[in-house]
């Protein structure tokens, strides 16, 4: 009898083999989750770093005593390493979030005294007044100076109109009351000692007005900052002000640049609330992609030969630094910097690079330098956004139409922005319903003019930056097409705010979070693996 051809099991068709980022950020999470949740002291953590090392140096050894030359790695050296990177990770996050100073300024708490420092981050406007975090290095009280160094955070009580005459990297002496940051008002809502405490900061002090503070001239930063940023910073923002009117359309300019948001009025802030397109207001991914894409054309015809490969690729590397740096390193920003990093980089040594790999590489560099960003609401909100464009987009996703008119062309354009909108919401809605209560659902169709206007408006204010120091008269020409741009999408997310169901509230436990999360996965596990049979 004829033998019967044997079919061939089907593959699973998911393999995390091209992710070795991804496996390693998984247990870096595990960590930082088990250093904050788990109640153990900074020396029993300390204790089982040094346990965790011993037992893989053991384990190491006993697998090259007995396998001798092992090509990989045994089950029992995998795991050592695993528990090796969830001890350190638990280790620092617990440092960071439980660690004061011992003369620290929680001791003055509920005292008036005068601090001096330096002002770390860029000052931030309210309609209340205007806010900073502090690097105290001296404190002054009752006719005593006593020496420390911690943080806190400066409230200075000020007119919306009045002009603020500090900046970050200056040195202060603020005089006010210092107090402990409060709790949360309710169970579930956003608690600021918490938040605090993850900037390791545990106060914060109230000055009146500014006459309470006084300029001691400016900090010596180190050169890149003081030659490189801060005159860049100066140039945008002084060409924004030669070029673009007074009002809106300049702070919205400003927002998309610097991440300046702060002057802006409340009605249009809240504009961007409702409808759920508040992210255009800040530096994003988008904004580091557009500028990646500027860079990358200006520096195409460099890559002919491998040593121009290499210089474009370093010119890359310091323009997008540069500019992370211009716009305050914000945790979306530096996520898209290193991303498009690790995806120019496999490009010039001629790797190929996987994008979900290269944000989990983003990841875990932002985490080694902070672990505690994990609980940061913007750096989970970004990457839920990117996670989503890059797993559910491409589900959803339909492909143009072949013979396509300009009518096909328009609608399929439509279509396709509301499935990006779509797909983005649906990775980022439950950590904005878990950290602010709310849920807008409008912003699927808010999105497509708002996104399309303000993408323009980059498109626009970039060339007009570069040619500015050139020629004034040819950035004007730009800058009046910004300012149209920049008054569409302020026009667009005002008349969409006006739908009394804009924005409706809807507040998540962490547990609906990670329950949503879990069969979110399971659900485009299933999806993948029918569509690659």
Same mark, same amino acid.
């Given at each position: 009898?004829?033998?019967?051809? +044997?079919?061939?099991?089907?593959?699973?068709?998911?393999?995390?083999?091209?992710?070795?980022?991804?496996?390693?950020?998984?247990? +870096?999470?595990?960590?930082?989750?088990?250093?904050?949740?788990?109640?153990?002291?900074?020396?029993?953590?300390?204790?089982?770093?040094? $346990?965790?090392?011993?037992?893989?140096?053991? &384990?190491?050894?006993?697998?090259?005593?007995?396998?001798?030359?092992?090509?990989?790695?045994?089950?029992?050296?995998?795991?050592?390493?695993?528990?090796?990177?969830?001890?350190?990770?638990?280790?620092?996050? =617990?440092?960071?979030?439980?660690?004061?100073?011992?003369?620290?300024?929680?001791?003055?708490?509920?005292?008036?005294?005068?601090?001096?420092?330096?002002?770390?981050?860029?000052?931030?406007?309210?309609?209340?007044?205007?806010?900073?975090?502090?690097?105290?290095?001296?404190?002054?009280?009752?006719?005593?100076?006593?020496?420390?160094?911690?943080?806190?955070?400066?409230?200075?009580?000020?007119?919306?109109?009045?002009?603020?005459?500090?900046?970050?990297?200056?040195?202060?002496?603020?005089?006010?009351?210092?107090?402990?940051?409060?709790?949360?008002?309710?169970?579930?809502?956003?608690?600021?000692?918490?938040?605090?405490?993850?900037?390791?900061?545990?106060?914060?002090?109230?000055?009146?007005?500014?006459?309470?503070?006084?300029?001691?001239?400016?900090?010596?930063?180190?050169?890149?900052?003081?030659?490189?940023?801060?005159?860049?910073?100066?140039?945008?923002?002084?060409?924004?002000? =030669?070029?673009?009117?007074?009002?809106?359309?300049?702070?919205?300019?400003?927002?998309? $640049?610097?991440?300046?948001?702060?002057?802006?009025?409340?009605?249009?802030?809240?504009?961007?609330?409702?409808?759920? &397109?508040?992210?255009?207001?800040?530096?994003?991914?988008?904004?580091?992609?557009? *500028?990646?894409?500027?860079?990358?054309?200006?520096?195409?015809? $460099?890559?002919?030969?491998?040593?121009?490969?290499?210089?474009?690729?370093?010119?890359?590397?310091?323009?997008?630094?540069?500019?992370?740096?211009? &716009?305050?390193?914000?945790?979306?920003?530096?996520?898209?910097?290193?991303?498009?990093?690790?995806?120019?980089?496999?490009?010039?040594?001629?790797?190929?690079?996987?994008?979900?790999?290269?944000?989990?590489?983003?990841?875990?560099?932002?985490?080694?330098?902070?672990?505690?960003?994990?609980?940061?609401?913007?750096?989970?909100?970004?990457?839920?956004?990117?996670? =989503?464009?890059?797993?559910?987009?491409?589900?959803?996703?339909?492909?143009?139409?072949?013979?396509?008119?300009?009518?096909?062309?328009?609608?399929?354009?439509?279509?396709?922005?509301?499935?990006?909108?779509?797909?983005?919401?649906?990775?980022?809605?439950?950590?904005?319903?878990?950290?602010?209560?709310?849920?807008?659902?409008?912003?699927?169709?808010?999105?497509?003019?708002?996104?399309?206007?303000?993408?323009?408006?980059?498109?626009?204010?970039?060339?007009?930056?570069?040619?500015?120091?050139?020629?004034?008269?040819?950035?004007?020409?730009?800058?009046?097409?910004?300012?149209? *741009?920049?008054?569409?999408?302020?026009?667009?997310?005002?008349?969409?705010?006006?739908?009394?169901?804009?924005?409706?509230?809807?507040?998540?436990?962490?547990?609906?979070?990670? $329950?949503?999360?879990?069969?979110?996965?399971?659900?485009?596990?299933?999806?993948?693996?029918?569509?690659?049979?």
């Amino acid at each position: 009898t004829p033998h019967r051809a +044997v079919k061939p099991k089907r593959a699973i068709g998911l393999s995390l083999a091209p992710y070795p980022a991804v496996r390693l950020l998984f247990f +870096v999470i595990i960590g930082i989750v088990v250093g904050v949740v788990a109640p153990l002291s900074l020396s029993e953590w300390l204790w089982s770093v040094a $346990l965790s090392f011993a037992l893989l140096l053991l &384990t190491w050894l006993y697998e090259r005593i007995r396998y001798h030359q092992a090509a990989v790695p045994h089950f029992g050296m995998a795991i050592m390493y695993c528990f090796v990177v969830v001890s350190v990770f638990a280790t620092l996050s =617990a440092y960071q979030l439980h660690y004061a100073p011992r003369n620290g300024l929680t001791q003055y708490a509920g005292r008036t005294v005068i601090l001096y420092g330096s002002i770390e981050s860029r000052p931030e406007r309210s309609k209340g007044g205007a806010s900073w975090v502090m690097q105290v290095q001296e404190l002054f009280e009752h006719g005593k100076t006593v020496t420390l160094r911690d943080r806190t955070k400066v409230f200075m009580r000020m007119g919306a109109d009045a002009h603020l005459a500090v900046q970050k990297g200056d040195m202060v002496r603020v005089k006010g009351k210092l107090d402990l940051l409060p709790e949360a008002a309710n169970a579930g809502e956003f608690n600021p000692r918490h938040y605090g405490a993850m900037q390791q900061m545990s106060v914060q002090l109230y000055a009146a007005g500014p006459w309470q503070v006084l300029y001691e001239g400016e900090k010596r930063l180190h050169p890149f900052e003081q030659y490189m940023v801060q005159p860049t910073y100066r140039y945008i923002m002084q060409a924004l002000a =030669a070029l673009l009117p007074d009002g809106e359309e300049r702070k919205l300019a400003a927002g998309v $640049l610097t991440g300046e948001r702060e002057t802006m009025s409340e009605e249009v802030f809240e504009a961007f609330k409702r409808t759920g &397109t508040a992210h255009i207001l800040a530096v994003s991914g988008m904004n580091v992609g557009l *500028l990646a894409l500027f860079i990358q054309v200006f520096l195409q015809r $460099l890559k002919i030969t491998p040593f121009g490969r290499w210089t474009a690729f370093l010119l890359f590397v310091f323009l997008l630094i540069l500019y992370s740096n211009v &716009t305050g390193n914000s945790a979306s920003v530096t996520r898209a910097a290193f991303m498009a990093l690790v995806l120019i980089a496999g490009e010039t040594v001629g790797q190929k690079t996987y994008p979900l790999n290269s944000l989990a590489v983003a990841d875990l560099i932002i985490l080694l330098i902070n672990p505690l960003d994990l609980l940061n609401p913007g750096f989970l909100m970004t990457n839920g956004a990117v996670l =989503a464009l890059f797993l559910v987009y491409p589900l959803l996703h339909f492909p143009r139409p072949k013979n396509r008119t300009l009518l096909l062309s328009i609608v399929w354009f439509l279509l396709d922005s509301i499935i990006i909108t779509l797909a983005a919401s649906i990775g980022v809605s439950p950590v904005i319903a878990y950290y602010f209560g709310t849920f807008s659902l409008i912003s699927f169709v808010a999105n497509i003019p708002v996104v399309f206007f303000s993408t323009l408006l980059m498109y626009a204010l970039v060339p007009m930056l570069v040619v500015y120091g050139l020629s004034q008269a040819l950035a004007s020409v730009f800058a009046a097409g910004a300012f149209w *741009l920049a008054h569409m999408t302020l026009q667009s997310a005002l008349w969409f705010s006006n739908f009394s169901f804009a924005l409706i509230p809807l507040k998540l436990d962490a547990v609906e979070v990670w $329950l949503y999360y879990v069969v979110l996965a399971a659900v485009l596990l299933l999806a993948t693996r029918k569509a690659w049979s």
